[in-house]
């Protein structure tokens, strides 16, 4: 049996799966970060080795039989570290494994896209707006991390929650709904509790992020605060999403625009947003995709085959991821 490899990896955590070439999963394994800019060399070893040790134990002989593996990796856009995930991947995986290092924003466009070009909104703990269009030319828009960026992530709605729960206490801002929720949500009764909380953290960014969900519960209440924090993310990325459409597509070109991240897992909310942000833009065309980044990591791995993606394959890593 043929098997091809797909990899994604974050900074908190990677996803390994080995597909037959009709795209169903044999093995999957999750290990820690496999981010060069989050962990050092032996910690990378470590993770990477210990995803491949679990798919042979599911899956004996497993690796022997795979021809292709398609490794998309946060941190992997800087090519000093692309040639370097690159060595220690070949270091671990048998030789006749043929093997590419993307930055894994192609995961997530691939797996709206199936291995189209198009574009692809991150919006997770951190953003960044990514796209290839049909020359191969490649851009982006953000992704200049929580302290300079990361407009439309969970760390900055978190943020913008927690600053208007403030506001409303000091009577700086107009009452919610947040406030109270923010202090259930820490179990404090008091602005000071919530600041020790946070600020206390080892690291407070992990603390922030997911507040987020707690202005997505104001907002489904009709909080008007929290309704105007998203109303304003939406508009945040779907400027983010125009200003990449003009650079790398033509006017009238139609472009995918794939929605990842945990942000959008409120279907109803900042994907309505964003639909409605960008009517006036027919060019471009929003996607909620059906499966994970890292099967996205398997259309990789097929486009390095040079299979055609179908409806049999995308069918099965559908039903089997």
Sequence with gaps: MEYVMG???????????????NGNIAAQSTAGSTNPNVAATHELEAAFQNLF???EKQLPDGLSNITCAFAG?????????KRNL???????LPEHITIQVEADTINALYSGTYGKHGMVQISGTGSITYGINSKGQQGRVGGWGYLFGDEGSGY???????IAALKSFDGRGLDTILLQMMYEHFDVDHPQGLIRKIYSSPVPKSEISPLSKIVFAAYKLNDPIAINILSNVGK???HSIKTLYQKLFKVEENAAAVLCGGIFNEKEILPGLLRNELSADPGIRLILPKFPPVAGSLIGAYLMKQLTINDKIIHNLTNTI
């Design 236 to 238: 945040e990325i779907a």
């Design 73 to 81: 990796i946060s941190g992997a856009g800087n090519q000093e570290n």
């Design 86 to 92: 690159q060595k220690l991947l070949k270091h671990l």
């Design 53 to 55: 040790d679990s798919l």
């Design 156 to 162: 900055d709605i978190g943020r913008q929650g927690m």
């Design 7 to 21: 990899i994604d990896g974050g900074g908190t955590k990677t996803i390994a799966v080995i597909s037959d070439i």
